[in-house]
């Protein structure tokens, strides 16, 4: 995630950049309801919200979630960091552990604009 004038954008390696705008973004960090995503094309491609613990901002994008730590989206908000992680939420099993280690911050950020 990272600022792009008055709008949060989500990169995600293969999906392409969505994005929440920063008053959005800031509906969702205080806990007053989840605010639209945009994709790619413009369109409503999903919804972002606070986790119960407070600590994570989700991002519904198509038919995955995404999250990233509150406080470097606070950080990239305030200037004080440039990008915040995104890590993409896999459903737990009997054998898996519901984190992904896998950082999708995309090496190439054309389709974003950068």
């Known amino acids: 995630m990272f600022l792009d004038n008055d709008t ?30 945009t994709g790619p094309d413009g369109g409503i491609a999903g919804a972002a919200w606070l986790s119960e613990s407070g600590k994570g901002l989700y991002c519904s994008i198509g038919n995955r979630v995404y999250v990233t730590p509150v406080q470097r989206v606070k950080m990239v908000l305030s200037g004080k960091h440039r990008k915040a992680p995104v890590f993409e939420r896999i459903t ?13 911050e995309p090496k190439e950020m054309e389709s974003c604009g950068v």
């Open 8 to 37: 949060l954008r989500i990169g995600i390696d293969g999906r392409g950049c969505s994005a929440i705008s920063i008053a959005d973004t800031r509906t969702v960090i205080l806990g007053l309801g989840e605010s639209p995503i």
């Open 92 to 104: 737990e099993t009997k054998s898996e552990m519901d984190v992904s280690f896998s950082l999708s």
